[in-house]
Each structure stands twice: as structure tokens, then as C-alpha cells.
């Protein structure tokens, strides 16, 4: 189960990969295939990162440094370290590295591509999310927002790392996107699909939000049986973040009938074969992301369902995004501005 999974996972990457780099040259737009293939490469490896994040928090190891940042317990290389050590100490390497790859991203984004052209735009938000994330990761160690704090501080700031990460993953897809010759998009001239688009990546980051209180309450408030759970879900005396997690898989109810909708109704109204593939890619994720959800819950979460369905969720994500993306984009028919022509193409 576990490695078929893997394997549908990897290939709808490639497939996302060919795809923005084979089908989707938009005429007259500047590519610049060295670029894309690094762009590539970071959005991978922030993925993993993303990955090892979540796998701190599974394992209770974000106290593992002390409350001290950037130091780990007051030391740059910690003596005799215990595995929380270990754990928390490689999500601080891992992420600082992907720090100085979007950085490498930005500058080559601005050395490669003129002025005006989306990638700037995209390695830009790409920089400035990557920066934000550091700085919530950094908040969580400061304030001790780890381990077993089950404080509104710490609620609060779950969401907002959420938050932050799917907009760093959505920079980075982008930058993908354009560097492989996708279009780009015209939210003028886009009135209706616009809204589609907007409402549908804000239900992604509300039930993503959701999801993750779901797994601070999963990791701080562990039932021991699938019965517990439940009683703890509707039992007046729990903690809130229990009785929330049933507002999760409602909301991916909801959702899953609103990407139905909007799926449909973009392929109808931008009836490209990129928007087609894209809806087709969501809707195949969302379901399932849901089964996996499903499973999450009866297993009662172990930590490698937690990672696989946070995996998912990432995907899910991208694929909205380059739904979007496709879904406002400028046709062939629409005047391509100067700025993205043709120039140092690699
Ligand atoms: C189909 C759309 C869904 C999406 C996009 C989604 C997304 C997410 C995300 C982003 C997290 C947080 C992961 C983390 O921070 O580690 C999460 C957690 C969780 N979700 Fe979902 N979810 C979906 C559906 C469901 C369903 C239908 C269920 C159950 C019936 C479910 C059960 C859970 C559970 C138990 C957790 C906490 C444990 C964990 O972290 O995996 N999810 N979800």
C-alpha cells in the first residue's frame, strides 16, 4: 500500500513535470530550461523539508534545540545530543539549505529573465515566503509553541506555518510554471474564473488550517482506541482542539462538492487541454486524499499515514495552483507584453 502510493505520488509529479515543460510552451513567451530544471529541484526538495517539519511535530521533537534559535541548547554543535536533538537539528539544517536555494532561485530568476517577466514575480513571493517561514519557525522555538504546549499561541500559530507553506509551495510551482513557457495569467480579463479559482485555493488553505489543528490535536491528545476518539470528539469536557477535529473531514466534504463544481465549470468556460488535465489531476488527488484521510482516522494516525497524507495535501495543492494557473491564462490569440519575449533562452 505504502510504496503503490509512493509510486502514484511520483508519477503525478512527473507527469506535472512533463507536462509544464513539454505541452505548455505558451508562443513567444522567454523560457529558460537550466533555470526550470533547478526551479524544479527546489520545489522537490522544500517538499521533503515540508515533510521533515511535520515529522518534528509527529514525534514531539520541537523542544529538541531548547528554546534557544538559532543556537540548538545554546550550542552550534550540540554534545551528546538525544534524538529529539537529532530530529529538531535537521529540520533547522534542511531548512536553512532550502533558505539559501530559494535565495540561488531569486537572483538567477533576475539575472535570466527581463523585467517584467512572471518568474521575478514568482521567485520574488518565492523569497519572501521562504524568509516568513524561517521567521514562524523561529516564533514556535522563542515562544515554546512545541513539544506538549497546547496554547492558543500555538494553535494560532499551526495555522499560520500552514498557511505560509502552501503560499511558498504555490511560489515556487509558479516559478516552475513560467520558467517552463507556461502563460501568463490576466486577472482582468478573467472576471468569473477569477472567483473560481480564488475561492477554491481559499478553501484549500481553510481545510489545510483545519487539518492542522486536526494533527496538533492528534499529536497532543492521542486516543488509544477509535472509540476513545470519538468520545473525545463530542464530549463536552475535552479540550477544544479535540472537539474541533471533527470540523475537518466536514469541511473536505464541502470542498470536494465545490471542486466538482469548479472543475466543471472551468473546463467548460477555458476549455484548454491544460485546465482538462489540471481538473482531472485535482479531482483524482482529492479522492484520494480522502481515502487516505479515512484511513488516517481508523489507524488513529500513525506518524507515516501523517506524512502521507500531509504529502498528498501538498499535491493536491500544487495541482490547484497550476489549475489555476492554467485557468487564467492569457491565450494564444491575447498580446504577449514585450517583457516576454524571447531573450537569453537556455
Ligand atoms: C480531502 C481533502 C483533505 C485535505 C486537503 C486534508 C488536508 C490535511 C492537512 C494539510 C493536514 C495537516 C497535516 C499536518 O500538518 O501534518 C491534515 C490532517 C489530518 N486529516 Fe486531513 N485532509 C483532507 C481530508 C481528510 C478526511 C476526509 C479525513 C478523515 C475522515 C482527514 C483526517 C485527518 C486527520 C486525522 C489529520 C491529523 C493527522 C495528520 O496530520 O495526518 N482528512 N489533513
Known amino acids: 500500500m505504502r510504496v503503490s502510493l509512493t509510486r502514484m505520488l511520483f508519477r503525478t509529479l512527473d507527469d506535472l513535470r512533463l507536462f509544464t515543460h513539454r505541452v505548455l510552451e505558451a508562443p513567444g513567451m522567454q523560457t529558460n530550461k537550466r533555470f526550470a530544471r533547478y526551479a524544479w529541484a527546489v520545489l522537490a526538495y522544500n517538499l521533503l523539508v515540508i515533510l521533515w517539519g511535520a515529522f518534528v511535530r509527529a514525534t514531539g521533537s520541537g523542544a529538541g534545540c531548547g528554546s534557544h534559535w538559532p543556537l540548538c541548547n545554546g550550542e552550534v554543535v550540540p554534545q551528546a545530543p538525544e534524538v529529539e536533538t537529532l530530529i529538531e537539528l535537521a529540520h533547522r539544517l534542511t531548512s536553512g539549505l532550502a533558505g539559501v536555494f530559494v535565495v540561488i532561485l531569486f537572483i538567477w530568476a533576475f539575472r535570466a529573465f527581463r523585467k517584467g517577466h512572471p518568474v521575478r514575480r514568482a521567485a520574488t513571493l518565492s523569497l519572501i515566503f521562504i524568509i516568513t517561514e524561517g521567521l514562524v519557525g523561529a516564533g514556535l522555538v522563542l515562544f515554546e509553541w512545541v513539544a506538549d504546549d497546547a496554547s492558543l499561541g500555538r ?43 480564488g475561492i477554491a485555493l481559499l478553501g484549500m488553505l481553510a481545510l489545510s488550517s483545519a487539518g492542522a489543528l486536526t494533527a496538533l490535536g492528534d499529536t497532543l491528545f492521542r486516543p488509544d482506541t477509535l472509540a476513545e476518539g470519538f468520545r473525545q470528539d463530542f464530549s463536552a469536557a475535552a479540550h477544544f482542539l479535540e472537539r474541533l477535529r471533527i470540523g475537518h473531514p466536514l469541511l473536505a466534504i464541502l470542498f470536494g462538492v465545490y471542486l466538482l463544481f469548479v472543475t466543471r465549470h472551468l473546463a467548460s468556460l477555458r476549455p484548454s487541454p491544460a485546465v482538462k488535465h489540471f481538473a482531472r489531476i485535482v479531482l483524482t488527488l482529492f479522492v484520494v486524499q480522502f481515502l487516505a484521510g479515512l484511513l488516517n482516522v481508523f489507524l ?47
Open 300 to 346: 488513529l494516525a500513525p506518524v507515516w499515514m501523517q506524512l502521507a497524507h500531509l504529502l498528498l495535501a501538498d499535491f493536491l495543492w500544487i495541482s490547484i495552483v497550476l489549475l489555476g494557473a492554467s485557468g487564467l491564462a492569457v491565450t494564444a490569440a491575447e498580446p504577449v507584453p514585450e517583457a516576454l519575449h524571447p531573450q537569453r533562452s537556455g
Open 155 to 197: 494553535v494560532l500559530s499551526m495555522a499560520v506555518h500552514l498557511v505560509n507553506t502552501m503560499l511558498l509551495l504555490a511560489s515556487l510551482t509558479l516559478t516552475v510554471w513560467w520558467a517552463g513557457g507556461g502563460p501568463d495569467i490576466d486577472l482582468r480579463r478573467r472576471g468569473e474564473a477569477r472567483w473560481l479559482v
